[in-house]
């Protein structure tokens, strides 16, 4: 069985495409933010101005401001829920990933007096856990730094294993000794280690592919938000209104045209009918 390939900088792309994704939206959070603050003190102003009848516009002005802070609520609890779903499965592979790597001291090496087993197995990053309350795009960068850390550890620790089985079975040979079935039973073995890592593999990849895609599909549905818009909706809807009122006077003044022409014209005759004069 292969041994999977562990690509380290395509895993960390991913995880910071995530995180920019999240920076992303903070700083869009801050701007409606900034914006209610502004709606606030233009309704202050207007409604301290008594003798002018602005209530109409103040009206509008918290209507726009109620939506702007719907607007916010959601995309706030919108990305707290992606990045917490997101840091508790990475922290529960990373969890699981420590818990395997420690296990890998039992791997048979009696014939290897390098130690490189152990050596590696000591470099493994510790696991700490981080309260809801505190995650954000670093801990999350942190967090898969070490994980993909690790990885790359079993990684190198299982193919010292297959250098080692494929030297136990040379030195078997060369001796004479009659251990014919030592490389299935030792692969055997492998075989099960190797499994379980290429699974942690590619259950982070998919992961962070699956998070990297549903955060770009929240920008994207952020960035087409009505209500954030930097265009002034006011001119596009007169834009349209005067354009649609052209459109309806020209179509008025053609059918005007038409009928005038038609006034006292023959129309045209059809077989066994007789001709009819279009009269006032």
Do not use: W
Not at 36 to 41: G, N, P, Q, S
Not at 90 to 117: C, G, Q, R
Not at 187 to 205: A, M
């Amino acid at each position: 069985m292969n041994i999977y390939d562990l690509d380290g900088d395509y895993f960390l792309k991913l995880i910071t495409n995530v995180t920019r994704c999240f920076a992303f939206t903070d700083d869009k959070t801050k701007q409606i933010h900034d914006k209610i603050a502004k709606i606030k003190k233009i309704i202050d102003k207007f409604s301290s101005k008594k003798t002018l009848k602005l209530s109409a516009c103040i009206d509008n002005l918290k209507c726009q401001m109620f939506l702007l802070a719907n607007e916010q609520k959601y995309i706030t609890n919108t990305q707290n829920i992606i990045m917490k779903r997101l840091y508790h499965g990475i922290y529960e592979l990373t969890e699981n990933v420590t818990l395997f790597a420690s296990s890998l001291d039992n791997i048979n090496e009696e014939y290897d007096d390098t130690n490189k087993t152990q050596d590696l197995i000591k470099k493994i990053s510790p696991l700490k856990k981080t309260d809801d309350k505190h995650v954000n795009a670093q801990v999350l960068q942190s967090l898969v730094k070490a994980l993909i850390h690790n990885l790359s550890l079993i990684q190198s620790i299982l193919q010292h294993f297959n250098d080692f089985i494929n030297r136990t079975e040379t030195k078997m040979m060369k001796g004479n000794f009659h251990c014919g079935n030592l490389k299935t039973i030792l692969n055997n073995q492998k075989n099960h280690l190797v499994l379980e890592y290429n699974n942690y593999c590619r259950c982070l990849k998919g992961m962070l592919c699956y998070f990297d895609e549903i955060s770009q599909k929240s920008i994207d549905n952020l960035k087409n938000i009505p209500i954030l818009k930097s265009e002034k909706f006011t001119e596009k809807t007169n834009k349209k209104l005067s354009s649609t009122d052209i459109q309806k006077k020209s179509e008025k003044r053609v059918n005007n045209e038409t009928t005038e022409k038609t006034k006292g014209t023959p129309c045209k005759t059809t077989k066994n009918a007789l001709p009819t004069i279009i009269i006032e």
